[in-house]
Nanobody, 118 residues
Framework: QVQLVESGGGLVQAGGSLRLSCAAS????????MDWFRQAPGKEREFVAA????????SYAGSVSDRFTISRDNAKNLVYLQMNSLKPEDTAVYFC???????????WGQGTQVTVSS
């Protein structure tokens, strides 16, 4: 079965950096666009970033576009989210998702907690 497992979350001070990873198994990885979402306490889950199956196209939420970078390694079935200049408002559980077609999210990971202290 398909599994997505996030890692790399933790506690960091404002201005710091973290790199999240999402390891995928059970699917033809390069056939799926991969997305990162986040959900803060009491808020709805929101889109953060996406990357196409072959990595040639990326998109970002406006709030992170100048600070976060999404990338993927199709040889290792991994997708990354490099987060720089972190702010307290970036505190959330971060989820990766895989979608076969545009706008679909067929599979989700369990999430990894990111906490940014001020």
């Amino acid at each position: 079965q398909v599994q997505l497992v996030e890692s790399g979350g933790g506690l960091v001070q404002a201005g710091g950096s973290l790199r999240l990873s999402c390891a995928a198994s059970g699917l033809t990885f390069s056939s799926y666009h991969m997305d990162w979402f986040r959900q803060a306490p009491g808020k709805e889950r929101e889109f953060v970033a996406a990357i196409s199956g072959l990595g040639g196209s990326t998109s970002y939420a406006g709030s992170v576009s100048d600070r976060f970078t999404i990338s993927r390694d199709n040889a290792k079935n991994l997708v990354y989210l490099q987060m720089n200049s972190l702010k307290p408002e970036d505190t959330a559980v971060y989820f990766c998702a895989a979608g076969r077609v545009t706008s679909s999210r067929d599979y989700w990971g369990q999430g990894t907690q990111v906490t940014v202290s001020s």
